[in-house]
């Protein structure tokens, strides 16, 4: 029998849910990083209902999942393309970036332009836990997610992190 105020969650933190990518934050003043990269952990709470087996969601189900979001973003220059200055505009082969005076051309098949402002960590939890919160509803459609947390850590200790409440 479950006390009205009890909850369950579970939380996911693998060596093997990281990814690589490059990428230059644009600041408030328009300066910008230069282009850089991390090696990008990822951390998932999850907070449901517990099933008729006793469980939030098997480990063995979700944990796929988180690692093909990660695969898909590894080894990627990840670019915002909701920006209001950047533009990443794809010619051929290649992706043509310009941000004020820079100017990269880059293959297509090596960047990823996201539907995020600016390429933080923050935001790039946000686009995470959204994808990953999508395709959760796709693989159980029946799961009543209370709430779902996803961090992107940049650098041991420092982390985005984002958070829907349902």
């Given at each position: 029998m479950t006390a009205p105020?009890?909850?369950?969650?579970?939380?996911?933190?693998?060596?093997?849910?990281?990814?690589?990518?490059?990428?230059?934050?644009?600041?408030?003043?328009?300066?910008?990083?230069?282009?850089?990269?991390?090696?990008?952990?990822?951390?998932?709470?999850?907070?449901?209902d517990l099933d008729a087996h006793g469980l939030v969601v098997n480990f063995k189900e979700i944990k796929p999942l988180v690692r093909e979001l990660c695969d898909e973003l590894d080894e990627h220059l990840l670019l915002p393309g909701e920006h209001p200055v950047l533009r990443a505009v794809r010619v051929g082969p290649h992706y043509d970036v310009r941000y004020l005076e820079r100017h990269y051309l880059i293959p297509?098949?090596?960047?990823?332009?996201?539907?995020?402002?600016?390429?933080?960590?923050?935001?790039l939890a946000a686009w995470f836990g959204r994808t990953l919160r999508s395709r959760m509803r796709?693989?159980?459609?029946?799961?009543?997610?209370?709430?779902?947390?996803?961090?992107?850590?940049?650098?041991?200790?420092?982390?985005?992190?984002?958070?829907?409440?349902?």
């Open positions: 105020n009890e909850s369950w969650s579970i939380a996911i933190e693998k060596d093997y849910l990281k990814f690589s990518a490059a990428h230059f934050l644009i600041f408030p003043d328009g300066s910008a990083e230069r282009l850089h990269g991390h090696n990008y952990k990822v951390y998932v709470d999850l907070h449901t297509a098949d090596e960047v990823i332009v996201l539907p995020i402002g600016n390429s933080s960590a923050e935001n796709q693989a159980w459609p029946q799961l009543r997610v209370r709430e779902l947390s996803v961090g992107i850590e940049e650098t041991p200790g420092q982390r985005g992190i984002w958070t829907l409440r349902e």
